[in-house]
């Protein structure tokens, strides 16, 4: 079964403090990856989309890798903000999926002023 | 990246009745998809919505009870039809972008079944 994990399920830090979010999936031979962000109600805002060819991708303060042979993605945030207290969710094309993603139940990250 | 409107935005619905989601895109895409998010919990894919042809349904999700139109390359709906409490969710509707296969997420509706 195609799964996608994500640790720590909350997370609180001081604002400033760079912090990494985890993602783990089952099935090495994944399509992408990507990272999204929810605040409270609302929709999902992409991040970063990794391509299974590529190791990391950057956005700002935002750095996001993959490891397939481990089946694994971590999403760094350097120097964080109070307006980064959101829900990260990690999402998951598998193969013969037909593009549709699977997703983690995501990290709660709250930040502190 | 695709701008994608959703309407309602949020409702409160009475147990029994029936409530039609909308998803507009502001270009032509050739994949959507309807996501629903109980309470608390991640998102999970209801159905791939194609255009020309009824829409695939994931496991768990059938097609009278979610009943789905994708009239031409920029619009879908999604009902949900004779709902009940455990029915109130988040809906999601997503298209992929033309570049990279990447996703996006239109803002949801907030769906209440009283």
């Known amino acids: 079964k195609q799964e996608v994990t994500q640790i720590p399920a909350a997370l609180s830090v001081p604002e400033g403090e760079n912090l990494v979010l985890n993602c783990s999936f089952t099935?090495?031979?994944?399509?992408?990856l990507q990272w999204f962000r929810q605040d409270p109600g609302k929709g999902l805002t992409s991040l970063l989309l990794?391509?299974?060819?590529?190791r990391e991708q950057t956005s700002g303060r935002l750095n996001a890798s993959l490891d397939k042979s481990s089946g694994r993605s971590t999403l760094y945030i350097a120097a964080s903000q109070p307006g980064d207290s959101a829900t990260y969710l990690c999402?998951?094309?598998?193969?013969?999926?037909?593009?549709?993603?699977?997703f983690g139940k995501g990290t709660k990250l709250t930040v502190n002023p | 990246s695709a701008v994608i409107s959703q309407k309602p935005s949020r409702d409160i619905c009475q147990r029994g009745t029936s409530l039609t989601i909308q998803c507009q895109v502001d270009?032509?895409?050739?994949?959507m998809f309807w996501y629903r998010q109980q309470p608390g919990q991640s998102l999970t894919l209801i159905a791939t919505?194609?255009?020309?042809?009824?829409?695939?349904?994931e496991s768990g999700f059938v097609i009278d009870k979610f009943p789905i139109s994708r009239p031409n390359l920029t619009f879908s709906t999604l009902t949900v039809s004779n709902m009940s409490p455990e029915d109130s969710s988040i809906y999601l509707c997503?298209?992929?972008?033309?570049?990279?296969?990447?996703?996006?997420f239109g803002p949801g509706t907030r769906l209440t079944v009283l």
């Open positions: 997503s298209v992929v972008g033309r570049r990279n296969n990447e996703q996006f």
């Open positions: 099935d090495s031979a994944i399509y992408n």
């Open positions: 990794i391509q299974s060819s590529q």
């Open positions: 999402a998951v094309e598998f193969p013969g999926g037909s593009e549709k993603l699977v």
């Open positions: 270009s032509q895409v050739t994949m």
């Open positions: 919505a194609n255009q020309g042809s009824e829409a695939t349904y």
